[in-house]
């Protein structure tokens, strides 16, 4: 069984890629996995083993309390929204101030009738999101029993 990771919205990111592989060249993606606003989508891991999909997300900086995680039939969502407001005053006037929201979004469809629900769980420990979401018994992988001959 694997997972399929899903877009959304299917070749939005076609214009884009078109528009960095002729405005930067190319050997120079050192930006590919910003979305259109600028901002950076979290890369994801994910590894089967014979018990269990493990899900790795690289999200520094942010708090377990910034993500959302649902289910939806067998679609896995991740989610976040974050307001960020940094700001620095002289005299009671600003002298600099900056705002940020950040978003984001990534949805996994696993196999249907193979993950046990009730038994995923979610950590968030130094910039990496992990997610064991465990298969049902039926569905994991026996070992190998020897058969002995008579």
């Known amino acids: 069984m694997s997972l399929v990771r899903r877009n959304r919205e299917p070749l939005t990111n076609l214009p884009t890629l078109f528009e960095n592989l002729f405005n930067r060249g190319l050997l120079s993606w050192d930006n590919f996995n910003n979305s259109t606003?600028?901002?950076?989508?979290?890369?994801?891991n994910i590894k089967e083993t014979d018990?269990?999909?493990?899900?790795?997300?690289?999200?520094?900086?942010?708090?377990k309390e910034d993500f959302k995680i649902h289910l939806?039939?067998?679609n896995l969502c991740i989610s976040s929204e974050r307001n960020v407001n940094a700001e620095e005053q002289s005299d009671g006037k600003y002298s600099y101030k900056e705002f940020?929201?950040?978003?984001?979004?990534?949805?996994?469809t696993l196999p249907s009738d193979?993950?046990?629900?009730?038994?995923?769980?979610?950590?968030?420990?130094?910039?990496?999101?992990?997610?064991?979401?465990?298969?049902?018994?039926?569905?994991?992988?026996?070992?190998?029993?020897?058969?002995?001959?008579?």
């Not at 606003?37 to 994801?44: A, D, L, V």
């Not at 018990?51 to 708090?63: H, I, R, S, T």
């Not at 990496?128 to 070992?143: D, F, G, N, R």
């Open 114 to 150: 193979v993950v046990d629900e009730e038994k995923i769980q979610a950590k968030y420990d130094n910039g990496l999101l992990s997610l064991k979401i465990p298969k049902k018994e039926e569905v994991k992988k026996k070992a190998l029993r020897q058969i002995a001959i008579h």
């Open 100 to 108: 940020s929201y950040q978003s984001f979004k990534r949805t996994i």
């Open 51 to 63: 018990e269990d999909f493990l899900v790795e997300l690289a999200a520094p900086g942010m708090k």
């Open 37 to 44: 606003s600028g901002t950076t989508i979290p890369t994801m």
């Open 72 to 74: 939806d039939g067998n």
